[in-house]
């Protein structure tokens, strides 16, 4: 058998035993894909979700108006609830954690409920990392080549074994695919999120841009360059609107700490969860204040 048989064997079989565990999301190329890991839940992308609602298409034509179940928007990932009927849920792969450079995969995906595409491709690189629906960063992503359509974001990465390795979830430089990585952690959110379990984190509330940008920004209109996150958007009734923190403000401190990256000022919100309250250092224009930002 040549090897181009082979792989023509590898995604037939995938569309075969895997295609009909692969859900599509909305009508339309705009919305995502899923896939089903357990009964009457079906797993996607965090970002791929407006609203408490959305139409899920199965391999069959059927389609269904499932429920948001739970979500983790730092992990971009969602939960839906549907009638998913005798589907079994896909396998998790044992060794997804050590996915290795070069390591074949498959890519499956339902864009928008517009039919199952099953692409090969091969792992490029591990441990990358790129942010959330809310700026988080999530690491340990699983970079691979194997093409997506647009609306395939939330459909899974599985290895020869149709076993799940990652969820699709970003389009990187070069058209490569990010996933995240289908490992124990993983697993035990997802669990979480099947049981409507949706985590709790302190929320400040705000959209930021990063050090290099305030810096530049700054020196634009002539103020003192300082390192810190720009402020660029404030959530009505969030935590920072409460706190007086206005679009433009220079996040230079928390909790007695400068800030010098995004993921410090992370950290510190977590840290002052348990407490429920947090001190900011902000820049406005010229001048330098403290806020404390009630986190209740």
Known sequence: MTVLEELEGAIQTAAERTGPKVIGLGQGWGRGSGFVVGSGRILTNAHNLRGDEVTVTFADGRRETGRVLATD??????????????????????????????????????????????????VSATAR?????????????????????????GGPLIDGSGRLLGINAIRADGGLILAIPADRATRERVEQLGRGESP?????????????VARRLRRAVGL???????????ERGSAADRAGIERGDLIVGAAGLDLDRVEALYEAIDGAQAEGRLELTIVRGADERTVSVSLS
Do not use: M
């Open 129 to 153: 990392s790129f942010r959330g629906p809310r700026g988080r960063r999530i690491s340990g992503a699983i970079e691979h080549t194997a093409p997506l359509p647009r609306g395939s974001s």
């Open 73 to 122: 928007q730092d992990l971009d990932l969602a939960v839906i609830e549907a009638d998913t009927a005798d589907i079994e849920p896909i396998e998790w792969a044992e060794d997804a954690e050590a996915a290795p450079i070069g390591r074949s995969v498959l890519a499956l995906a339902n864009p928008g409920g517009r039919g199952l595409r099953v692409t090969p491709g091969f």
């Open 224 to 234: 003192p360059e300082r390192d810190g996150v720009l402020v660029r958007a404030v």
């Open 200 to 212: 709790k984190r302190a929320r400040l509330g705000v959209a930021i841009a990063p050090p290099r």
